[in-house]
């Protein structure tokens, strides 16, 4: 008998996890997940945006507008950043991320600060935002690679 041929690919496989981690996330706006995979494609680390560990997120606002410390931005930790802080490993140089939205200046930091590579991003919806401007010029100076996932037809379910 054949080997399977319709098995998914490597991105479809690690992007698949980061989207799946952001299903971890309580935020009601955005689900936002991240994997970080090694050179020879083994899962080092995941994580989702959500509150510091001991922050109760029954205590502060979820709301995106207002006054600063009434929002949720100064209190969110950031998928990409929970990601590189949940690993435990020596280290993650020469490893990419797999995430849902482009990285923010302040992930694009850690992520260049942690060793990673390359980032994969799924959506780019904040690509005029002085923020993501300033994250691929931070790239680009450090020479960490990025490029769009290339999505395919696929669809799967999960039913647990």
Excluded at 13 to 37: H, T, W
Excluded at 44 to 71: M, V
Excluded at 121 to 132: F, Q
Excluded at 136 to 150: A, D, E, G, Q
Aim: net charge positive; proline share 4%.
């Amino acid at each position: 008998m054949p080997k399977r041929e319709n098995y998914i690919g490597w991105d479809e496989y690690f992007m698949g996890v980061a989207l799946l981690s952001g299903e971890r996330s309580k935020d009601p706006n955005s689900q936002v997940g991240a994997c970080i995979v090694s050179e020879d494609n083994k899962i080092l680390s995941i994580g989702y945006n959500g509150f510091p560990k001991g922050c109760s997120d029954d205590e502060i606002s979820w709301e995106r507008e207002g006054k600063f410390a009434e929002t949720k931005y100064p209190y969110v930790c950031h998928g990409e950043l929970n990601a590189i802080l949940n690993y435990t490993g020596s280290t993650l140089k020469n490893s990419r991320i797999y995430v849902a939205l482009f990285p923010c200046n302040e992930c694009a930091k850690a992520i260049i600060q942690s060793g990673i590579k390359e980032v994969i991003y799924k959506e780019d919806k904040y690509a005029d935002t002085d923020s993501v401007k300033v994250s691929k010029k931070l790239f680009c100076m450090s020479n960490v690679k990025y490029r769009k996932y290339t999505p395919t037809s696929r669809r799967i379910t999960l039913e647990l």
